[in-house]
């Protein structure tokens, strides 16, 4: 009883008999200004990103197929503010990774398999997702108000690889039996876990243009074939889901 | 290394402000429309003002010498817009005659639209078109023939299509009472295209329907029509043509600028709601010192918990904000923006009905919402009620319609004064001030406040009945739950209001009740001790001191 009364006076100090309350306002509700917003203090968003990996030919056993080697993800971003031009923060997100290869000689898998070719070959594709974890360093440009802006990101990126997969297609030579087969394979020994890289970004509110660089291979040296060279460089987007 | 490459050759868009206006010629009788001379001249405000002068053309010219981009000028600021990078405009800040430079917006954000559409049934839209005038019986304009006339309102919007041909403008067309146009955005005097957000706007001022229905009362103003707001804003340089357009209104003798439009968290803090530092608010402190009355929409930004105070320009202590109203409750409507201002000026100043019908895009007529509404319907009451008193300067008027609303001498940060009426602009009408009408009955530890018994109107708001024999399809209940007497949507409410002011002159809290019964409050006494109690009711205002 004691309680339900003094929750009574706490709540409604101020009483009123048979009528409704049809407005209520306090003006200090109205004059504050909090901390948290895209040019406040700090701030949360998520985003989503897409990008594709560089062509490359610069190996002649393996080249990389640019549209359909891409990245993708999600996360959030924090962003705690220094000044109205300098902020850092990080993103933490999932990445996910492929790789579509082109060969023209015999890959890893000839010694596994002896009738796969290059010839036959007809894809490679592989696949591995990520946990990252990227800080930043933010410069903002033009006044603004409590607004993302103009800006351009410095990134760290490090990632710890939470799954892969590698897989292989081709043309049975013996067809009148089998026409296509299949090779998966999961939880790759001969695959780096921790890669990192950098990355600069432009941000124009709510999406951002980055190119990255991996400064760590895909494959480590179990993989004694070394045609094997993913590219370093990915171009992409992102799209920021404001909160 | 990189940062300061990249600082060095990012482009950004600057204000640079000359320190004199040495050696120009100005004659105003050339500048100048007539009618913005006779404004300058009645409002003691001198008709060669130093700020009207056109900037010095070799310092304008040396800037865009040195800039990359020349944006535009202003004679009213003595400067200029331009980008330039971060050593160009060091250069020109070395210029001897650069007193301030200033950064200002440079990136692109969606536009939204804040009105909502909702379709009505006939009768609910007639008896809508007239309580939105009715409200601030504005109809006794009308019936003194008075319509505006004589007097040029300027509009600043996105866009009008549709003006330069619907049948609701013609009776405007007809007379040529368009007597100018541009585009501050595209630089061409082509308003008539883009958003039809203007002339809905318009349509609130003047408009009327093709069976004689008004739904705004200055049919017999002049208009000038600018845009000044684009779909992909380019932040800050919204609120620069907003600028731009007003040298250009006063130029060409606008009496009245009515601004839809309300800048908040993208381009400003709530700090910065101060009345004297966003640079449309600016603007138009400057169009009012020119003997302009400047009428802006409060704001939609009342249930926006990141905002929900006044929009830059209705902070600026020289405008008159106008709020808004829901016809059905007869209170603030959820949407329409709270003041004060950051440094606590009263505002709103007044509220009008915020959901009306307007022109739609397709030149008929629809119910929309907004303080957008509001604001022009207010603006054409100026008009009428500045003809009815024409040796009103700017200020006056604006303190005249303060003084007309049907809450003052009451007022809060929902509506302001209330409600403008269109009698006190027509006759002597003393506002009411006998206070016998409250009961007040002070306790050990609280405040009792009742109604003389037989001036309680136990209003039918509240009461909604199911076996009403109302029109269908009438909206019965709002989104925050009141309930909507449907046999009449809309009639004036007679509604209980009280606020708290502190010993520094603002108001710490304010409250509106629904009347029902006695006592119709109960205040803690500590939480009065050393503020005024201010209560109203049916016209009836009582302050009491703590």
């Known amino acids: ?83 109205s031009k300098l902020s850092y923060g990080y993103d933490l997100g999932y990445d996910f990774n492929q790789y579509r290869f082109k060969r023209d000689s015999s890959s890893l898998y000839s010694q596994l398999n002896g009738f796969l070719t290059a010839d036959s070959l007809k894809t490679d594709k592989l696949t591995f997702g990520m946990l990252e974890l990227a800080p930043y360093f933010r410069i903002n440009f033009g006044q603004r108000g409590d607004h993302l802006g103009k800006y351009l990101d410095f990134v760290l990126s490090g990632g710890l690889m939470l799954s892969s997969k590698h897989v292989l297609k081709w043309d049975h030579p013996n067809s009148s039996i089998i026409k296509k087969s299949t090779y998966k394979s999961r939880r790759l020994g001969y695959t780096n876990k921790l890669f990192f890289g950098i990355e600069i970004r432009y941000g124009n509110a709510f999406y951002n243009l980055f190119i990255r660089y991996r400064c760590v291979d895909i494959f480590n040296s179990k993989l004694n074939e070394r045609p094997y060279q993913p590219s370093l460089i990915r171009l992409g987007g992102y799209l920021i889901i404001p909160d | 290394m990189a940062i300061v490459v990249l600082s060095t ?21 050339e500048y100048f429309h007539p009618n913005a ?46 980008t330039a990078s971060y050593s160009q405009i060091e250069q020109i ?30 009768f609910e839209k007639r008896d809508l078109i007239r309580f939105q005038l009715d409200r601030m019986n504005a109809h006794q304009f009308k019936e003194h023939g008075i319509t505006g006339r004589g007097l040029t309102i300027a509009i600043f919007d996105a866009g009008f299509p549709g003006v330069d041909e619907a049948p609701m403008f013609d009776h405007i067309r007809a007379r040529k009472g368009i007597v100018g146009t541009y585009d501050f955005i595209r630089n061409t005097d082509n308003v008539y295209r883009k958003i039809e957000h203007g002339s809905m706007v318009f349509s609130c001022i003047a408009g009327v329907t093709k069976d004689s229905l008004r739904l705004g009362v200055a049919t017999g103003a002049n208009f000038l029509l600018a845009i000044t707001e684009k779909l992909m804003k380019e932040g800050l340089a919204e609120e620069e043509a907003w600028l731009f357009a007003a040298e250009w209104a006063d130029k060409n003798g606008a009496d009245i600028i009515n601004s839809s439009l309300g800048y908040t968290r993208r381009n400003h803090f709530k700090e910065d709601m101060d009345g004297q530092t966003a640079i449309i608010t600016r603007a138009a402190n400057l169009a009012s010192a020119k003997g302009i009355l400047v009428v802006s929409s409060a704001g939609n930004e009342g249930n926006k918990r990141h905002w929900m105070m006044v929009a830059a320009p209705a902070d600026g202590d020289s405008v008159l904000a106008v709020g808004a109203i829901n016809p059905w409750s007869g209170f603030h409507t959820n949407f329409s923006s709270f003041g004060p ?147 009449h949507p809309f009639i004036k409410h007679e509604l209980f209001y009280y606020h708290l002011e502190n010993n520094e002159g603002f108001l710490d809290e304010f409250s509106v009740l629904s009347v029902e019964k006695n006592p119709i409050a109960q205040i803690d006494l500590f939480r009065l001790k050393d503020r005024i109690l201010r209560i109203h009711y049916l016209g009836f205002t009582r302050s009491i001191q703590f």
């Open chain 2, 341 to 487: 201002s950051s440094d606590k000026e009263l505002k709103p100043n007044v509220t009008a009905v915020g959901h009306v019908i307007a022109y739609n895009e397709t030149k008929t007529i629809s119910e929309t919402q907004g303080t957008s509404f509001s604001a022009p319907l207010v603006a054409g009451f100026a008009a009428c009620a500045w003809q009815a008193n024409p040796t009103l300067t700017n200020w006056e008027l604006l303190k005249r319609i303060e003084s007309s609303g049907d809450l003052y001498p009451y007022f809060d940060y929902a509506h302001g004064y209330g409600v403008p009426q269109a009698d006190c602009f027509l006759s002597n009408t003393a506002s009411k001030s006998n206070d016998s009408v409250f009961i007040v009955d002070v306790g050990d530890s609280v405040v009792t406040i009742s109604i003389k018994t037989d001036l309680i109107i136990n209003d039918t708001l509240f009461h909604f009945s199911e076996n009403h024999d109302g029109v269908k399809n009438i909206i019965t209940k709002r989104e925050d739950g009141i309930k909507i007497d449907k046999n």
């Open chain 2, 93 to 122: 800040r070395a210029l001897p005659f650069v007193t301030k430079i200033e950064a200002s917006a440079y990136h692109s954000v969606v536009c939204t639209s804040e009105e909502i559409n909702i379709t009505g049934n006939d």
């Open chain 2, 9 to 29: 050759c990012a482009q950004e868009k600057y204000w640079v402000y000359f320190s004199d206006k040495k050696g120009v010629t100005f004659n105003p009788k």
């Open chain 1, 1 to 83: 009883m004691r309680i339900a009364l003094i929750a009574y006076v706490l709540v409604f100090p101020m009483v009123c008999f048979g009528q409704e309350t049809l407005l209520h306002k306090k003006t200090v509700e109205t004059l504050r200004e909090g901390d948290f917003g895209p040019n406040k203090k700090r701030y949360i968003h998520t985003f989503f990103k897409v990008g594709f990996y560089q062509k490359t030919n610069a190996w002649n056993a393996c080249s990389i197929q640019g549209g359909n080697s891409f990245t993708t993800g999600y996360g959030i971003r924090y962003k705690r503010k220094l000044s």
């Open chain 2, 37 to 82: 001379i006779e404004r300058r001249i009645k409002s003691n405000y001198p008709i060669n003002h130093y700020s009207d002068r056109p900037l010095v053309e070799s310092y304008v010219q040396e800037v865009v010498d040195l800039a990359t981009l020349y944006k535009g000028v202003s004679r009213w600021l003595n400067a200029i817009v331009v």
